[in-house]
């Protein structure tokens, strides 16, 4: 059981929400965040490197020279990885760095960063986050707060909230649905609306 002090758009306590979710200090698995960090930065590359066999390159039918007499190592094909400009071996080819998670692994690890976050004193729970969009008045009222950098989620994914954040230097945002634990991690402070976190923490029940 946890209560967590709310604020309201100016940034003034206005309430607390409890929940039933553990978010103790026991809770936060630093093991559990480096697996699911790890299997995103994996899950990021392209693995689209690739290279030409003896099979693939163009080329090679003819025996380079004849068998015997040369003085030099018998050849069949001048595609050979041991000749110049030959076939590679064992090199790279498309692939999926992808890395299987459990799901029981992955809420863990949201968990963990929560418990985190709000043991650290760096989970602000905003009642309703309101912009007009605008970068420079975000940045103003997050600065001035000292939550800057900041990891802003919102409710919404078509909230202008997302919008203004775009251009923080010192900021990102996203919503619930597509909530990042790497991203989290990445940010120190964590600023999160109300109902936006009461759906996180409806995943971990």
């Known amino acids: 059981m946890a209560d967590i002090a709310v604020l309201n758009a100016k940034f003034e306590k206005s309430g607390t929400l409890s929940t039933n979710v553990s978010l103790t200090p ?3 698995n630093m093991p559990v965040v480096h697996q699911v960090v790890k299997a ?6 392209q693995g689209n490197a690739s290279t ?15 068998q015997k007499g040369t003085g030099r190592a018998r050849q069949g094909s001048s595609r050979s990885p041991l000749m110049v400009g030959g076939g590679t071996t064992f090199g790279p080819t498309p692939r999926s760095y992808d890395q299987k998670l459990n799901k029981k692994v992955s809420l863990k690890a949201i968990q963990a960063v929560l418990a985190d976050k709000l043991q650290a004193g760096k989970l602000t729970v905003v009642d309703k ?7 420079k008045e975000l940045h103003t009222l997050l600065n001035g707060k000292g939550l800057l950098p900041a990891l802003v ?3 919404a994914k078509d909230s202008p909230v997302l ?6 230097q010192w900021g990102k945002g996203m919503a619930v649905e597509g909530f990042s634990v790497y991203e989290a991690v990445k940010f120190e402070n964590l600023v999160i609306e109300k109902a936006a976190l009461e759906s996180l923490l409806g995943r971990l029940v």
């Open 26 to 28: 026991e809770d936060i």
């Open 40 to 45: 995103t930065l994996a899950g990021r590359r």
């Open 52 to 66: 030409k066999n003896r099979s693939a390159v163009r080329g090679g039918g003819a025996k380079p020279f004849k």
């Open 129 to 135: 986050l309101e912009s007009n969009g605008k970068t």
């Open 153 to 155: 989620v919102t409710e």
């Open 163 to 168: 919008r203004a954040v775009k251009n923080l």
